[in-house]
Structure formats: structure tokens, C-alpha cells
């Protein structure tokens, strides 16, 4: 017999025994198997003929098998012979809820953050952070953006009440962009430069239902020798399927920024949809998500970084508007509410 | 901005179905926002930024449409110029501001009737939200969103001396608009006669001098105005029009003189009127053009990607951009329309949109770097990591704070304020966060939430003889009482590696109940405090319970955290732990216990002592209490034997009795 023949004799064994409920089954059983007539005994014979490696190889195999049987019926005869348990007197309601200790939930803001600081971590980007309290020059004019213009105007800016009632050349605000965090990134460090800055920013926009006067942003600069609109492009495109899954498409469109040159908006497939079309994307299949572009010449000269030499690329994104994405939040009210079913949830 | 379908296909037949066309301009970043049929019309909503003043018309929009299908742009075209009349008109035209007002055209149109315009004109106003008004007005707005150049028409006979000046308004003078509201022009730029305003400069017309059915000769206005000017003055009086628009955002000043001509024939169209040989125009001609310069290989440094030079030159050429080849670049001459192209980058940009940024490749080539961690970041996560272990929840608040800002200060100072539009102060910055913890536990408990354990970290902001001050601070508030708010802080404490060196002392704090308040010291300075919140600022808040809050300097523990563990041998021989309870008098703190019995312990068998019941009551005189704790005794070299043990407990609770008035319990 083959060694697939002595498999083949244990798997049978093991459907005997497995069908054996009875002590009397089980007795049946073991006269079959391992009496002085049983199969395992027979298995023996002829064994005298083969050569002597053959031999004791198979002898090796036969006997373990022997072993493992007799465990078995062993095992199966004392389970068959234990007396049958009731349930114990200080039996339990299994079904009753556990007692789980009380656990704090992250705030999703705060962990939505920390995923996209992680994220561009993981793409070399340092994470640092910038004031809150800022002037017109590091929120308007190093950042290229004429203050009495009409591309100042998006910033619906709350300024802060000075002493001197703001006579100083320049006053004093609470930023409204991350951006400015940009100028002091680079007026302090020499390039390469690739970090990310998270953070508050603040705007005179009523609270509603998609605005807040204070929210979040996340900024990223990255100056170097050589850095292109494709290395842009190739950045934004990998950080987006990491924070919107693998199959995300990332879409780029011109637009303007005053810090920026060339500038776009960037929009990734609906994350509902995938990008058939949806009431969340408004059929278009895409979701604006972020604004970039090349750092503005004039903005590096502000910095005092030489142009020629050396060029960036810099993006910024809401973070509450991501994390609405994200969990289908419906109102970015909800954030700031402490309501202890909406702080439940996460 | 609104256009309608069937008018910008007048300009550029695209050929193309309007979502095609939409997503086409879209790519090239002119942001059609929504497409929908309206009164018959089909409707294009456009976001048009700030540095595109010339897509704010049909004309500027069918451009770039034209550019970005291939389809020829037809502009309407002018009737043959009137020759001026040889008599001198019976009006005068006087600019006494000629630099907010660089250049000033007044066209006379004689004999109208300003009856409706045709249904065709006034359906595509009313498509775009216009509102019809006459034959004349209408022309002025259809020619508005035509090319972009605000007019204005004035009843020619109702100009006081039939004079036309162009000054700053006077002290007192006032105007009543078109809207019917007065305003106070002194200091703007304004459209006299020889009496009075009648119009603010690009922002909006008079009520007396407007185009009425009784009007027969018309004074149209086409000006170029300073944007600053313009916009100041529209922002002063808080009145923005079509015009105010986009003159802030700079005009082509090469439309001015046409659009004044496309008017006027149109008014002799629609109006039924005739043109006057009546021309005034105050500074005929146009600044030069610019030029700009950009070196060979700009493109493809900025882009990273090589677009044939021929392609790109047809793109600028396509743009209305002159290119020449200079050696070694191009200098290309800018369209009198394209104010915003100043630099070779924004060469660049005209190039990369029409070409297709989703033709540049997205393939990056960054070199790989090791981002070293934030200390704020990895302090913050192994806070939140314990405070959420512990039970607390993180909540997110606003920085302002209101009419509370100043209650329960952190930061030493004088509160910031805020200004809102008016330039009043509207809001305080908050200054500490109990004020916002406390809000987000009344929230709770309204909600029939028991035992709200929060926290948050963010900044704190006050004002002092430096400067304005931020601090990011730590705030917990907590439901379980004073010593499972405590705990939940030394549990931090512990994570942050600061546990060693910190120690909680008796203190007080404006908004904390006395004697029930501690702050937390770490090396001799104090980084914060902890105490039951004082109930009237409770009751401020609405907030029924009576919690527990804490503030922590949280940029003091990021800089002293110490985050990284080493592994510490530890005992393996047997300890003896022995119980002891003391009455003492109530004053004695348990840190003076603790001291106490550390001192007491010569020999280094202590290992450590733990706190485990305070009791008053009975079995225990008044004025006093019951301390008991367990000391953990070992040596470090052999079994301790049980008689070592009693003659160090011994010792303990003789220096209790001897120092503290300690008499051993039971």
C-alpha cells in the first residue's frame, strides 16, 4: 500500500469515528480497526518482503499512523464517556450587554488633520505651523495679493482692534489663508523646502451650512532647483488616492491665484459616484478639492529666494470640506456644535 | 456672469453642443458653473476670476471659445465713422481729474424716441437678469455685456449748462442714483454738469439726468476710470453695479472708443434716433502695449514638460498675442486686453491652459526625503491617545468667544478684539478655554448627556505691552470630580514622560473654587491649573453640574515631553507590602505624608508608597481625618524578612507621630 493508500485508510478512519456516537459504535469500531483482525494489523503483512529500506520506512509510516488512531479512539472514548454537563449554577445571561469602559472619541476635524499631515509626511513633506495672528503683509502682500483689489476679496478678513487703532504700515489680522505661513517657511529656511502647514484660519463669512468664521487649512510648499508643474501634478495626484482611495482620478484646472503662476483647481473623481455622476458632484463627476499652482516669482523675491535659480510649487485645501467629503457630514456646523450624538459618531 | 447660448454662438459659432463647449472652456479655465434653460434661453453661469476682467463679456468669453474650439470669432461690425461736424457742438466736455479719468468720450444721439427695445433684446437681458428699462438703457447694458466697457446715457437736456465735467465731488454735495437712493459724493470721483453731480464716476448714474420717455437727445458716456478710485468709491458707499465691477478689475482701453460707436448706432437702431457728429473725447489714442520677455526654455523649466514652439506661438497668436523671435526668446506683445499678463511665468500659464494641463504629465520627479517629526505632533498624539484612554472626548470650538471672552483667562493681557466690516468691534478672541469647554458641556447636558469628560487643544490669544499673544493650551474639563480630572492629567503627564518632575500644588484661580484648586508645576514653573469651575460662572454658562477644568500650557509640555522609552530593569526578588493608617489633623496634605515617610525611610528599602482612602466620620475625632496607604518594601540584594519590614514601618509611623502629630489608626 502507498503512502497516499495509508492517507487514504486515515481519512476513512476519521469518518468512522467521527460518525461513532455511541460507546457500543465506538466498540464496533475498534474491533474493526485495531482488534487482532483490524485493518491497521493487516497493514503489516508482507511488510517481510521488502527490501530493507523500503521497508523501514513503511514500517516508520505504519506506526505512526497506529499511534494516531489509538489516540483518537482514546480521546473519542473519553469524551463519549464524561458524563453529561449541565449548566453550571452561577450560569450567566451570555446575551447581556458588556459593561465597555468609556472610551473619548477623536474629534474628526482634528484626526482629518492629522491624516492629511500624515499623508504628505509619508511624501517627505515636514509638518510645521504658523501663527494665527497675522499682519497685511504676511496675508496680503509678500503673498503677492494687492490689498485693494478685487483678488483680495475672496478674504473676507477679520482684523484685529489695535491700540493705535491700526495706524502701523501694517495692521494687524487673523489670517485668512494658511499661506502666510508659506513667507515665514521660507523666509527662514534655505531651499530645498517641502513641508505642509495645518491650521486655523478665520473669515467674516455669516455661519451656514458649508461656512464656518473660523475652519481649517492644510498648505504645502515645496521650492527646490527644478520643480515643475509636473512634479505638482504627480504629487497632488498620489496624495489624493491616499486620501480617497487607490482609484481616484485627479483632475487639473487653470485657475487664478494670486501667489500662484500657473495656478489651478484641482478636482478628484466624485467620491460617491466614482465619477458617473451624482447628486453629491452635481452630475459632473468631479469634486473640486484643492487649489495650487507654481509659487509666484514675485513671491519668491519677497522671500528674498532668487527666482532664477529656484522654483515651488504650493497647494492648500479645506480640511472641513474634506472631512465633509470623507464621512458625508451634511452641515460644517455640525463640527462645532459639541452635539454628544454628532461627537459620538467618530 | 451670465450669458445666454444662441448670443455667444453670434460671436463664435462653435458648432458644438453647450455641454461640450462648456467643459471646453471649463478645461481652459474660463469656469462655466451651470448650464439652464431659461424664458427660452439656454444660460451659462461663469466663474470668472479676478485676472480675467475681459471674459466679464460675450465678446471676451466668445474669444476664448474660439481659441479653444478652432471656430472663427466674427465681432459685429461698426458702421463707417461719422465725420465730425464742422459747427462746435452746443455741450462742453471739461476733465478736471484727467488721472482717475484717463479718458473720456461723450457721443451725442439726437432725435430718439425711447419707446421698449425688441422682444429679442429685452428676452436676453431678462435671461441673464437684467431688467429691461428703455431702447437707450437697454443698448447701454447690451453693449456692457457685449465687450465688456460699462456706458452710461444721460438726457442731454437735463445737464444744467449742457456741461459735462469730470471731477472730485465737493463738500456736502450729494446724488440721488438710479436705485433712488442719496448718496454722499464728496471726495469721489463724479459726472457733473455746470451745477451739480449727476452721476458717480463707473459706479452708477443719476435719477434727474437718466434717459426717460420724454427724452430726445442722449449724451453717452464711455469712459476709463481708475480701478482704486472706482473701487473705494463703490465700497465707501457700499453700491456695487455692473460697472463698478469691472472697472475695478481694469478695462480694455481699447473698447472705450468702440463701444462708444456701437452704441450710439445701436440707439439710431433701436432708439429710432440718428447719430450726432457730436464727439467729444478727451484724450484720443491708447497707452502703448506692453511687451514681455521669455527666454528660450521657460516653458518646459516651468511646466516640465517641452511644448513645440511652433504650438505654443500659435496658442499666444490664437490669444491675440504678437510673438517674435529675438534670439534666445520671444518678445511678445500683450493685447490691449490682458492687463494681468506681466511676466514671462504668465506667458507660461496662456501656453499650459490652452495647451492642457491634463496633457502636462504627472509623473514627479522629487527626490526622496525623511520628513522629521512635528514635537508638537507626536506631544499632541500621545495627549489625545491618553485623554481618549481615559474616557475624555475631543471637541472642536470656535476661537471667538464673545461677551465671555474674558472670563477665566489664561493668557495674561487685555482681551483682542475683533472688527467686523463696519470697522466695529464685534467679537473677542477667547483668552482661555474654560469658556468654551463650558459651552460644549452645556451642550452635553441639554442633550441628556450625564458626565461630559472633554477636551481640546487650541490656541488662546490675549494682548500685552509686546504684542499680540497666542498660546496653544490644553483644556480638559471633566464630570468625575477633582481627583479623576487629576488623574486623567497625570495620566498625560505620565505619557509625555513629565510625571517624574511634575508635582500638583494648592492654589487658586479667579474662575476655580478656593481650596478646591491646584496648579501643576514641572521643574519649579507652573504650566497650568486644575479646579472645580467657580458655580456663578457655571450658572453664566447654563451649565447645572459642577465640573472639573483644567488648562496646560501645551506648548511648555511639547518642549519638555520626553517621548522616548527605554527599557528599565525591574525587580524580580519578593516585596513586602504593608498597610498603615494614620489620624491626622485635617490641614496635613497628603504630600506632607508622603514626605514624610520618604524621609523617614533611611535604609532604601522603600520601594514606594500608594495613597488608598482618605476618611472623616465617625470613629474618627472632628478636626481630623484618616489617612491609609501601603508601602511597598524590598531590598534590592536579598528576601526581605518580615522583621526588617515591622522596623521599617515603625520607623514610618514614628516620624508620623513625631513631625505630623500622625497616630497610627486601629
Known amino acids: 500500500m502507498s503512502e497516499s ?336 450624538l454628532f461627537l459620538g459618531q467618530w | 456672469m451670465k450669458l445666454t447660448w444662441d448670443w455667444l454662438n453670434e460671436y463664435c459659432r462653435t458648432e458644438l453642443p453647450v455641454a461640450k463647449a462648456a467643459e471646453l472652456l471649463t478645461r481652459a479655465g474660463v469656469k462655466v458653473e451651470g448650464i439652464e434653460e431659461k424664458g427660452g434661453e439656454t444660460v451659462l453661469e461663469l466663474e470668472i476670476t479676478a485676472n480675467r476682467p475681459d471674459c466679464l463679456s460675450l465678446l471676451g468669453v466668445a474669444r476664448e471659445a474660439s481659441v479653444v474650439t478652432g471656430k472663427p470669432m466674427r465681432e459685429p461690425a461698426l458702421p463707417a465713422a461719422v465725420p465730425h461736424a464742422a459747427t462746435s457742438p452746443d455741450w462742453t466736455l471739461d476733465v478736471q481729474d484727467r488721472e482717475l479719468c484717463p479718458r473720456y468720450i461723450g457721443r451725442v444721439v439726437r432725435g430718439v424716441r425711447p419707446g421698449s427695445s425688441t422682444e429679442a433684446v429685452r428676452r436676453r437681458l431678462e435671461a441673464i437678469g437684467l431688467r429691461p428699462v428703455n431702447a437707450i438703457v437697454d443698448v447701454t447694458n447690451f453693449v456692457l455685456y457685449e465687450c465688456g466697457q460699462p456706458l452710461h446715457a444721460f438726457d442731454l437736456d437735463r445737464l444744467a449748462g449742457h456741461a459735462v465735467q469730470v471731477r472730485r465731488g465737493r463738500p456736502g454735495e450729494k446724488l440721488k442714483a438710479i436705485d433712488g437712493r442719496d448718496y454722499d459724493v464728496a471726495g469721489a470721483l463724479v459726472i457733473a454738469d455746470a451745477e451739480k453731480p449727476v452721476a458717480i464716476a463707473g459706479v452708477m448714474g443719476g435719477k434727474d439726468t437718466e434717459v426717460t420717455a420724454a427724452t430726445t437727445r442722449v449724451l453717452l458716456e464711455a469712459a476709463v476710470f481708475d480701478p482704486l478710485s472706482v473701487r473705494r468709491t463703490s465700497m465707501k458707499l457700499a453700491l456695487a453695479s455692473d460697472a463698478s465691477y469691472r472697472f475695478q478689475r481694469g478695462l480694455d482701453p481699447a473698447r472705450v472708443d468702440w463701444a462708444s460707436r456701437r452704441a450710439a448706432a445701436l440707439m439710431a437702431e433701436f432708439g429710432r434716433g440718428q447719430v450726432a457728429p457730436e464727439v467729444l473725447d478727451s484724450a484720443p489714442g491708447l497707452p502703448p502695449a506692453r511687451q514681455v520677455r521669455i527666454a528660450t526654455g521657460t516653458i518646459a523649466r516651468v511646466l516640465g514638460r517641452e511644448i513645440e514652439p511652433a504650438q505654443s506661438r500659435r496658442i499666444l497668436e490664437l490669444l491675440g498675442f504678437t510673438v517674435q523671435d529675438d534670439g534666445g526668446g520671444w518678445t511678445v506683445t500683450v493685447p490691449s486686453w490682458r492687463g494681468d499678463v506681466s511676466r514671462d511665468v504668465d506667458i507660461v500659464e496662456e501656453v499650459a491652459r490652452v495647451y492642457g494641463y491634463d496633457r502636462i504629465p504627472d509623473t514627479p520627479r522629487v527626490p526622496i526625503v525623511l520628513a522629521p517629526p512635528n514635537p508638537f505632533d507626536e506631544a499632541a498624539r500621545e495627549t489625545r491617545r491618553a485623554l481618549c484612554g481615559a474616557g475624555f472626548g475631543e471637541v472642536l470650538t470656535l476661537s471667538f468667544t464673545g461677551r465671555h471672552a474674558h472670563e477665566a483667562p489664561f493668557l495674561p493681557g487685555e482681551p483682542v478684539g475683533v472688527l467686523g466690516k463696519t470697522g466695529k468691534r464685534e467679537e473677542l478672541m477667547r483668552q482661555g478655554l474654560v469658556p468654551s469647554l463650558l459651552e460644549a458641556v452645556r451642550t452635553h447636558e441639554a442633550y441628556g448627556e450625564k458626565g461630559a469628560d472633554l477636551f481640546e487643544i487650541a490656541k488662546v490669544y490675549a494682548r500685552d505691552p509686546r504684542g499680540f499673544q497666542e498660546r496653544m493650551v490644553l483644556g480638559v474639563i471633566g464630570s468625575g470630580g477633582f481627583s479623576a480630572t487629576k488623574g486623567a492629567l497625570e495620566q498625560v503627564l505620565e505619557r509625555l514622560g513629565l510625571a517624574a518632575g511634575a508635582s500638583f500644588r494648592a492654589s487658586e484661580r479667579g474662575h476655580l473654587v478656593p481650596g478646591r484648586t491646584a496648579e501643576l508645576v514641572h521643574e519649579s514653573v507652573v504650566l497650568g491649573a486644575l479646579g472645580e469651575v467657580d458655580p456663578a460662572l457655571c450658572a453664566v454658562h447654563d451649565v447645572r453640574s459642577r465640573p472639573v477644568a483644567a488648562e496646560l500650557d501645551f506648548e511648555a509640555l511639547v518642549d519638555r515631553a520626553r517621548l522616548a522609552r527605554r527599557f528599565q530593569e525591574f525587580p524580580t526578588l519578593p516585596a513586602i507590602q504593608r498597610d498603615i493608617a494614620v489620624i491626622l489633623d485635617r490641614p496635613v496634605s497628603w504630600a506632607e505624608v508622603a514626605g514624610c515617610v520618604r524621609a523617614a525611610s533611611s535604609s532604601g528599602l522603600l520601594e514606594s508608597i500608594r495613597f488608598f482612602d482618605l476618611y472623616e466620620g465617625k470613629g474618627v475625632p472632628a478636626g481630623k481625618k484618616s489617612i491609609a496607604f501601603s508601602v511597598t518594601l524590598r531590598a534590592p540584594d536579598r528576601t526581605l524578612t518580615s522583621e526588617e519590614a515591622d522596623r521599617e514601618v515603625r520607623g514610618i509611623v514614628e516620624a508620623l507621630g513625631a513631625k505630623l502629630g500622625g497616630i497610627l489608626r486601629g
Open chain 1, 5 to 340: 493508500g495509508l492517507e487514504q485508510l486515515r481519512a476513512e478512519f476519521d469518518g468512522a469515528l467521527a460518525a461513532a456516537g455511541t460507546a457500543a459504535d465506538l466498540e464496533r469500531l475498534s474491533a474493526l480497526w485495531i482488534g487482532r483482525e483490524g485493518k491497521l494489523r493487516r497493514l503489516t503483512e508482507g511488510l517481510g518482503a521488502l527490501p530493507p529500506e523500503e521497508k523501514k520506512a513503511r514500517g516508520k509510516a505504519i506506526n505512526e499512523l497506529k499511534l494516531a488512531i489509538t489516540a483518537a479512539f482514546e480521546a473519542r472514548g473519553r469524551a463519549l464517556s464524561a458524563a453529561p454537563r449541565g449548566p453550571a449554577p452561577d450560569a450567566i445571561d451570555v446575551t447581556l450587554p458588556g459593561e465597555r469602559p468609556r472610551l473619548g472619541r477623536r474629534h474628526p476635524i482634528y484626526s482629518t488633520m492629522e491624516e492629511l499631515r500624515d499623508v504628505f509626511g509619508r511624501l517627505g513633506f515636514e509638518c510645521v505651523y504658523g501663527p494665527e495672528i497675522e499682519t497685511t503683509y504676511y496675508n496680503f502682500e509678500a503673498l503677492n495679493i494687492p490689498l485693494d483689489h478685487p483678488a483680495a476679496e475672496p478674504f473676507d478678513t477679520w482684523y484685529l482692534d489695535e491700540p493705535d487703532g491700526g495706524k502701523r504700515p501694517h495692521r494687524a489680522l487673523l489670517r485668512s489663508h494658511t499661506s502666510p505661513a508659506q513667507m515665514h517657511v521660507m523666509e527662514s529656511r534655505v531651499p530645498p523646502i517641502r513641508v505642509v502647514v495645518p491650521g486655523k484660519v478665520f473669515r467674516t463669512d455669516p455661519a451656514d451650512a458649508s461656512h464656518l468664521p473660523v475652519f481649517h487649512q492644510i498648505e504645502g510648499l515645496y521650492v527646490d532647483e527644478g520643480v515643475t508643474f509636473a512634479d505638482l501634478k504627480g504629487v497632488l495626484s498620489i496624495a489624493n488616492k491616499a486620501l480617497f482611495g487607490a482609484k481616484t482620478e485627479t483632475r487639473f484646472r487653470p485657475s487664478y491665484f494670486p501667489f500662484t503662476e500657473p495656478s489651478a483647481e484641482v478636482d478628484v473623481s466624485c467620491l460617491l459616484c466614482g465619477g458617473t455622476g451624482c447628486p453629491a458632484c452635481k452630475g459632473s463627476g468631479w469634486i473640486e478639492i484643492l487649489g495650487c499652482g507654481m509659487v509666484h516669482p514675485r513671491v519668491l523675491e519677497f522671500a528674498k529666494i532668487d527666482p532664477a535659480r529656484y522654483s515651488g510649487f504650493a497647494f492648500g485645501m479645506g480640511v472641513d470640506r474634506i472631512a465633509m467629503l470623507k464621512l458625508g457630514v451634511t452641515d460644517i456646523r455640525h463640527f462645532v456644535r459639541s452635539h454628544p
